[in-house]
C-alpha cells in the first residue's frame, strides 16, 4: 500500500480556522503538456482568529517544487513532501513566490490540471487546486486572483480563466499570452482554467438593473451545432433566479466550456463553468428529451451555485450540502417552474415524481447500507466519495422542508437574511439554518437532526373515525427502521417533520379541513408539524369515514407506513386530487404485487395477478384526461433495485421474474389499448422539444416498449422498425433501437442487429450517442442462453472502447453493473468478477471514477446467502488488490 493510500480519518470536530490567509493570488502558467510551469505569488498573514502557528503549511500533491522565495528573496526554509511543503521562519504578513511543475499529460485522475482531445482543463473541487500549486486549498481560505496564461498560440488559441479577461498579447515563438481577473474572492476549488482549439456561440443580455451581459458556450468547432440549447437555458436560469430569488449575475461575463473527459456531471468554477459534454450538446439528431431536461437542469444548477456556493461559499467540506443540497433544490424548482410554471400542480407534480422516484431508490439504499451518512457528516477518509445522493438529494429535501414549513414568501425571507449576514463568507448548515429561523421567528433547533442523523425516517399511520362525535384521529408515529449501523449511532430523537395531509370523500373530493381547536375549516391540505415520536392530530366536522391522502407531494424524506386496500389504492389512483399521491398509490399497489409475487417466484410457484390491478393500470392508460407525461410516470412499474430494496432478503433474479411477468400481463391484457395510445400519441411533422411534446413521445414509446414484451412481438417490430426509419430525432429512434432489442430476446435478432449496425455507423462521430449505442446493449434484456456478460466482454475489446473516458467507461460497465441486475447478479458470480476486473483497473487511472463503480456492491449484505458469498469474495480481492484511499474507503467500510 503506498502512503496516499493509508486511512486517515478527517473529523468535523476536529475543525480549526486556518493559521492562515491568503488575500490574494497572482498565478503565472507556462502551458506545455508534459510539464507545465506555474507560478504563484501570494499575500499571506496570519489569521488573528487562529491560534499561532511555528510555520505555514501548504497542500500539494505531484508537484515538483522549483522554488521559494519570500518579499523577492530565496527562503530555504522549507520542506517539500509527499503531502505538500513546510515553509519555516515566516514573519505576520508577507509576499510568498512558489515556482513548481505539474504534468498535465500523464494526469489520468482528471482532477487538477490535465489534457483532453489536446485541450488544457482543469478540476479543482474538492481537492485538485493542490495539484496545480502549492497552496491553503481548503475552502475557508478565499482570495482574490489573478491569472496570467501563456500558450502556443496555434495549438492553444484560446486562453480562460475566471473572472474578467484584462490583457491579450502576443508574445515571441508563436506563443501568446492572456489575463485574467476575478474581482470576487473565491476558494481555490473553484479556479478553473481551460485553453486550447475551442469555438463559442455567444449571446448578450440584459439582466434585471439593466447591465449588459456577455454569455458563452465554449466547445469544439464540429459541436457548435449543438449549442443552442444550453445557451437558452442558460438565459432562462439566469431570469428565474432573478425572479424567484432576487438574485442577480455579478460577473460581467459567464462562460461555459464543454469537455468529454470528466469526472461527473459539470462544476461550478466562478464565471467559467465547465461541463462534461453529456450536459451541453445537444440536438434532435443526437439527444433524447431526457438529455434536452438534464442540460436544463445542470446549466441552470451550476449557474444556481453563483450565489449558492460561490458568493456564500462552505467553511469546510462537511458542510458540503449547505451548498449542494440548496442548489439541487433550486435547480429541481426552476425545472418545475420551466415545466408547468408556478400554478399547473399536475405538470409540477411530473418533476416531483421523477426527483423522488430517484431519492427513493438511490437514497434511501445508501441510507440503508455502510456508507449510510448524516447530509452533514460527521468524518469522511475521501471528500470525493461523499458527494453522495445524501448530500445532494436528500439534503434538497430537507431544504424544500423548510419551504414547505414557512411558505414560499419565507422561505424567500430567510434566504435574503442568508444573503445578507453570509456573502462573501464561508459558512455552516447551521448559519443557513439560523437564518431561516430567524426570518420567520422560529426555533429550528429540532431540525438540525435532520442534518446529523442518518438513516430514512418511516412514520407509522394510524387511524380511527368517530361517526358520532364526527371526528377522524390520525396517530403519526416515527421511529427509524433497521438501520445500519453507521446510520444507528446517528440517531438521537425524533424529527420535526412537515406531514402534508388530505381527507378524501366517498364522491372522490377533497373534505374541508378543520383541526380540533380551530375557529373553522380552512383549505383541503394541512402540513402537520410531527415534534414527537407519536403525536395524535383530531380533524372535526369529518361528515363521512374519509380515505387519508398521506404526505401529499412528498413533503418529507420518509417511508409511511399505512395498510391501505387495494381498492383504496385504486380509488387514490383515480381520484386524489394531489397528483403525487395518485402516482404514488399506483405504485404502492404495484409494489404490493410485484413483491408477492417475487416471493413466489423465488419459491417456484406458478404467478398470477390480480385482474382489479390490471384494471387499474387501465384506466390511467386510457384516461385522456391525464397528461401523457404523467400516464407515463404512472404505467412504468417500480424498478428492480427498488423492488430488490424491499425484500428481506434481495433476489435480483426473483425481482426480475416477477416485474418481467407483470409487464408481460399488462402487455397482453391490454395490447389494444397499447397499440390505440400508440397511435394517438404520435407526434408528426417537425420536432418539438417542448415538455408537451416529449410527453407525447415518452407514452408513446412506453406504449411501444410494453408491445414488444409480447410473447408475439411482431406487431412491435413492425412499428419499431417504421419508427427506427423515419424518426427525426433521438428519443424517437432510440426507443424503437431499445425495443427492437428487448423483442429479440424472444424472437430472432436480426432486426436488432441490423439496427444496431446501423445505429453505430450513423453516429460514429457523436461519441455521446456511441455512449447510449454502447449502454443500451449493457442493459438489454438477457437469458440463461444468452448472458449479457458475454456482450460487455466483447464490447469491452470494440475499437470505441476506453477506460481512460467516463463516460464510455460508464455507458458500458456501469450501465452492466448497475442498471442491468438481473445480469449482473448471475448466480455464477460472473458479474461480481468482472466488476473487480474493472475497479482493478480503473482504480490505476482514475480513483475518483473507480470508487463509484467500486459503490456497486455495498449493499451485498442485503442479498440471499450464495450471491452475499460471491460477493464478498469479489470484495475482498478489491481490497486486496486496490491501492487508492477513494476505493479503499469504500470496500473497507463494505466488508467491516
Ligand atoms: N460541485 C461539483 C461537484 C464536484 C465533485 C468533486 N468530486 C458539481 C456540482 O455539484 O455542481
Ligand atoms: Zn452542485
Not at 399 to 413: C, D, K, W
Not at 503 to 528: F, N, Y
Not at 684 to 707: D, M
Request: proline share 5%; hydrophobic share 40%; charged share 25%.
Amino acid at each position: 500500500m503506498s502512503d496516499t493510500a493509508t486511512s486517515t480519518v478527517i473529523r468535523r470536530a476536529d475543525y480549526t480556522p486556518p493559521a492562515f490567509l491568503i488575500d490574494s493570488v497572482a498565478l503565472e502558467f507556462d502551458l506545455v503538456p508534459e510539464r507545465t510551469f506555474v507560478k504563484s505569488t501570494m499575500r499571506v498573514r496570519r489569521n488573528p482568529d487562529a491560534a499561532p502557528a511555528a510555520r505555514l503549511d501548504l497542500m500539494g500533491e505531484a508537484l515538483e517544487l522549483v522554488s521559494v522565495a519570500i518579499d523577492g528573496a530565496p527562503h530555504p526554509a522549507h520542506r517539500a513532501h509527499e503531502h505538500g511543503l513546510t515553509v519555516d521562519n515566516v514573519p505576520d504578513a508577507f509576499e510568498l513566490s512558489i515556482e513548481s511543475v505539474c504534468k498535465p499529460a500523464e494526469n489520468t485522475t482528471l482532477s487538477g490540471l490535465y489534457v483532453s482531445s489536446g485541450n488544457f482543463f482543469t478540476q479543482c473541487e474538492a481537492e485538485g487546486f493542490r495539484r496545480i500549486t502549492y497552496f491553503l486549498d481548503r475552502p475557508d481560505v478565499m482570495s482574490t486572483y489573478t491569472v496570467t496564461i501563456r500558450a502556443d498560440k496555434a495549438a492553444y488559441p484560446v486562453l480562460l480563466s475566471n473572472g474578467n479577461l484584462v490583457e491579450a498579447s502576443d508574445l515571441p515563438d508563436g506563443r501568446h499570452a492572456a489575463k485574467w481577473d476575478d474581482p470576487f474572492k473565491k476558494p481555490s476549488y473553484l479556479f478553473a482554467l481551460v485553453a486550447g482549439k475551442l469555438v463559442a456561440l455567444e449571446e448578450r443580455i440584459r439582466t434585471s438593473s439593466g447591465k449588459e451581459k456577455l454569455l458563452q458556450v465554449w466547445v469544439e468547432p464540429h459541436d457548435l451545432d449543438k449549442t443552442r440549447h444550453a445557451m437558452d437555458s442558460l438565459i432562462d436560469a439566469i431570469h428565474w433566479d432573478e425572479e424567484r430569488f432576487g438574485l442577480e449575475l455579478d460577473l460581467d461575463r459567464f462562460m461555459i466550456v464543454a469537455v468529454s473527459d470528466f469526472n461527473m456531471g459539470a462544476m461550478e468554477n466562478k464565471g467559467l463553468n465547465i461541463f462534461n459534454t453529456k450536459y451541453v450538446l445537444a440536438n434532435p439528431e443526437t439527444a433524447t428529451d431526457t438529455d434536452f431536461a438534464n442540460i436544463e437542469a445542470v446549466v441552470g444548477h451550476e449557474y444556481f451555485h453563483n450565489w449558492t456556493g460561490n458568493r456564500v461559499t462552505c467553511r469546510d467540506w462537511f458542510q458540503l450540502s449547505l451548498k449542494e443540497g440548496l442548489t439541487v433544490f433550486r435547480d429541481q424548482e426552476f425545472s418545475a417552474d420551466m415545466q408547468g410554471g408556478a400554478t399547473d400542480g399536475a405538470a409540477r407534480a411530473v418533476k416531483r415524481i421523477e426527483d423522488v422516484r430517484v431519492l427513493r431508490q438511490m437514497q434511501f439504499a445508501e441510507d440503508a447500507g455502510p456508507m449510510a451518512h448524516p447530509v452533514r457528516p460527521e468524518s469522511y477518509v475521501e471528500i470525493n466519495n461523499f458527494y453522495t445522493m445524501t448530500v445532494y438529494e436528500k439534503g434538497a429535501e430537507v431544504v424544500r422542508m423548510y419551504q414547505t414549513l414557512f411558505g414560499r414568501e419565507g422561505f424567500r425571507r430567510g434566504m435574503d437574511l442568508y444573503f445578507k449576514r453570509h456573502d462573501g463568507q464561508a459558512v455552516t448548515c447551521d448559519d443557513f439554518r439560523h437564518a431561516l429561523a430567524d426570518a420567520n421567528g422560529r426555533d429550528l433547533t429540532q431540525f438540525e437532526r435532520w442534518y446529523s442523523q442518518a438513516g430514512t425516517p418511516r412514520i407509522a399511520v394510524r387511524t380511527a373515525y368517530d361517526s358520532a362525535a364526527r371526528r377522524y384521529a390520525v396517530t403519526l408515529s416515527q421511529r427509524y427502521g433497521d438501520a445500519a449501523p453507521a446510520a444507528r449511532e446517528t440517531q438521537k430523537g425524533p424529527l420535526l417533520i412537515p406531514f402534508a395531509i388530505g381527507l378524501i370523500g366517498r364522491d372522490g373530493a377533497d373534505l374541508p379541513l378543520r383541526l380540533e381547536g380551530e375557529p373553522a375549516a380552512g383549505g383541503t391540505t394541512r402540513v402537520l408539524e410531527l415534534t414527537e415520536a407519536e403525536q395524535t392530530f383530531t380533524f372535526v366536522d369529518v361528515e363521512q369515514p374519509p380515505l387519508p391522502s398521506l404526505l401529499r407531494n412528498f413533503s418529507a424524506p420518509v417511508i409511511v407506513e399505512y395498510d391501505y386496500t387495494n381498492d383504496e389504492l385504486a380509488f387514490l389512483l383515480a381520484n386524489d386530487s394531489d397528483a403525487f399521491n395518485r402516482w404514488e398509490a399506483g405504485q404502492r399497489l404495484a409494489t404490493r404485487e410485484l413483491l408477492a409475487l417475487a416471493e413466489r417466484a423465488a419459491a417456484n410457484e406458478p404467478l398470477s395477478l390480480d385482474d382489479s390491478v390490471v384494471a387499474a393500470f387501465a384506466r390511467v392508460l386510457t384516461d385522456e384526461s391525464l397528461s401523457p407525461a404523467f400516464r407515463e410516470l404512472a404505467l412504468v412499474l417500480p424498478s428492480e433495485p427498488y423492488l430488490a430494496e424491499q425484500m428481506a432478503e434481495a433476489d435480483p433474479a426473483a425481482v426480475h421474474m416477477a416485474r418481467q411477468f407483470v409487464r408481460q400481463r399488462l402487455a397482453t391484457a391490454l395490447r389494444e389499448e397499447w397499440l390505440a395510445v400508440y397511435a394517438r400519441h404520435e407526434t408528426p411533422g417537425p420536432f418539438e422539444p417542448t415538455p408537451q411534446a416529449a410527453g407525447h413521445r415518452g407514452l408513446k414509446n412506453l406504449a411501444l416498449a410494453y408491445l414488444a414484451e409480447l410473447d408475439d412481438p411482431s406487431d412491435a417490430i413492425r412499428l419499431a422498425v417504421a419508427q427506427y426509419d423515419s424518426a427525426n430525432n433521438m428519443t424517437d429512434r432510440a426507443a424503437a433501437l431499445s425495443a427492437l432489442l428487448a423483442a429479440s430476446a424472444t424472437r430472432s435478432a436480426a432486426q436488432a442487429d441490423g439496427a444496431l449496425d446501423d445505429f453505430y455507423r450513423r453516429f460514429e462521430r457523436e461519441p455521446l450517442v456511441i455512449d447510449k449505442w454502447f449502454a443500451m446493449q449493457a442493459t438489454q434484456r438477457g437469458s440463461q442462453e444468452r448472458p449479457i456478460i458475454d456482450t460487455v466482454r466483447r464490447l469491452m475489446g470494440h475499437p470505441a472502447f476506453t477506460l481512460r473516458n467516463p463516460n464510455r467507461a460508464r455507458s458500458l460497465i456501469f450501465s452492466f453493473c448497475s442498471g442491468n441486475p438481473a445480469q449482473f447478479h448471475a448466480a455464477d458470480g460472473s458479474g461480481y468478477a468482472f466488476w473487480a476486473d474493472q475497479v482493478i483497473a480503473l482504480d490505476a487511472l482514475n480513483p475518483q471514477v473507480a470508487a463509484r463503480l467500486a459503490r456497486a456492491l455495498e449493499l451485498w449484505r442485503r442479498y440471499t446467502p450464495a450471491l452475499r458469498e460471491r460477493m464478498r469474495a469479489a470484495l475482498e480481492r478489491v481490497a486486496a488488490q486496490a491501492s487508492s484511499r477513494d476505493v479503499r474507503e469504500i470496500v473497507e467500510k463494505a466488508l467491516a
